[in-house]
């Protein structure tokens, strides 16, 4: 293969992953609007989710938004009904986040149920080779993608 | 290999996937954070930029997004200075979406840049075969996705 079929193919698959990521916003973005939130609220109630109690100081640390924006974020999850605050039992003068499960996990399953199949039905496709080849490279994406929303935020 | 083993390679890539998506969305929030819009609005002016001219019903149509939200998109955009509207010359009673370019591209591109070479950097160790592998991935992840949003807005 030459250098111009190695660079073609290399430019066909940077094309793809910015169509996926386009696609992956604009389903998180759908998933939002049925629950009455927009997608980086969404995903930070997934992150709340997996780290509750929580306060706003280190969920601004695990996602790089801004204080502000976490405060937001906050507000609009706590009207819809998905998460609320409360005071920190151990430190009454810190205010702590937690999730209303039964809401949360209910209408966020409901949602990606279908997604979940279709994709668990695609991945039982490939052989554990592959699934490792896969999983390796987005634990490589995710270490730069990371590091890209840290240089973003200074 | 285990069944097991199996169910195991295949739950972490899931979740790998599921934390995959979060980090994306993380990204896109802090580069349209840096634009002064929302995430849904840099994918959109993404879209824009392949299509346009465009009215609001195709923007609609490709994203998945209802008029209304489409509607407010559109004044986002034309509010920061990305994009204007103007009637069609082809048909004066229709309205156009187009983009300006050199402030999109230069911006958009300035902060897309690092990340860029990063994945390059990155995919580069991968020979043709598994990019082709990828390739085909993230195609198959692309036809669920999309399929998915739709169902999401019937």
């Known amino acids: 293969m030459s250098t111009n079929e190695r660079e073609n193919l ?6 793809q992953l910015r169509h996926f990521s386009t696609d992956t916003i604009l389903f998180h973005q759908a998933v939002a ?9 969404h ?11 929580i306060t706003a100081g280190k969920l601004s640390d695990l996602t790089g938004l801004t204080t502000g924006t976490v405060t ?17 039992p151990e430190d009454r003068r810190k205010v702590i986040v937690r999730v209303h499960m039964e809401k949360a996990e209910g209408e966020i399953m409901a949602h990606l149920q279908s997604f979940g199949q279709s994709m668990k039905a695609m991945l039982e496709q490939y052989d554990n080779e592959q699934i ?7 634990e490589r994406s995710r270490d730069i993608t990371r590091n890209e929303t840290l240089k973003l935020k200074k």
Chains 1, 2 share one sequence.
């Open 33 to 41: 609007e049925k629950l009455g939130l927009n997608s980086t609220d």
């Open 43 to 53: 995903k930070c109630l997934d992150i709340i989710l997996r780290n509750q109690p």
């Open 132 to 138: 490792k080849l896969l999983f390796d490279f987005f």
């Open 72 to 88: 937001g974020v906050i507000d609009r999850l706590e009207k819809a009904g998905y998460v609320f605050r409360e005071k920190d």
């Open 10 to 15: 290399l430019h066909l698959l940077n094309e």
